[in-house]
């Protein structure tokens, strides 16, 4: 089902509560929602991540977004990057390819570097940070899932991952 394009932009503005939020793209797309979640690093090996202020339980994430239709991966990175924080990243290369059972969602991880760019706060993302592999800020496990897997694969082969978006941890 083809929605209006106008839908689009009144998401954006008027959040729904995560459980309502999915269950609308579960009624409104019985496929799945093509995302992309960008690992770009620096010199350093400092990953970046952004403060995203839709989150509330850990807003510190990989960028990303929503592919759009005829949009490659890395074109999606490059795009959701600059209108989330009007900086300008090269996407590279395609590094993990997952799913997600429980939610619609089938995502490209791409890896990228910095080329330009000032950070400026938006809607969406109103803090960003390099940050150490040891010092990462509180990631949801989703996140922590997807980093341990990019750090595991090998060198430019393209990987495979599933996982839930809540990861239960035994305690």
Not at 108 to 131: H, I, Y
Request: net charge neutral; aromatic share 12%.
């Amino acid at each position: 089902m083809e929605l209006p394009s106008f839908i689009f932009p009144l998401l954006k503005r008027f959040r729904l509560p995560p459980r309502l939020h999915w269950l609308a793209a579960n009624l409104i797309n019985p496929h799945f929602l093509l995302g992309v979640a960008g690992i770009i690093t620096d010199e350093q090996g400092r990953l970046l991540l952004f403060h995203h202020t839709y989150r509330r339980s850990h807003p510190w994430g990989m960028p990303g977004g929503w592919m759009s239709k005829g949009e490659s991966p890395l074109e999606t990175l490059e795009r959701e990057v600059h209108e989330e924080s009007g900086l300008h990243v090269r996407a590279e290369r395609l590094a993990l390819i997952g799913v997600t059972r429980d939610r619609p969602k089938f995502e490209f991880v791409v890896c990228g570097k910095l080329v330009g760019g000032t950070f400026q706060a938006s809607r969406e993302v109103d803090q960003m940070g390099w940050f150490e592999p040891d010092q990462y800020p509180a990631l949801a496990p989703f996140h922590q899932h997807i980093l341990q897997q990019w750090r595991e694969q090998p060198n430019h082969e393209v990987g495979w991952y599933e996982a839930p978006w809540i990861i239960a941890h035994p305690r």
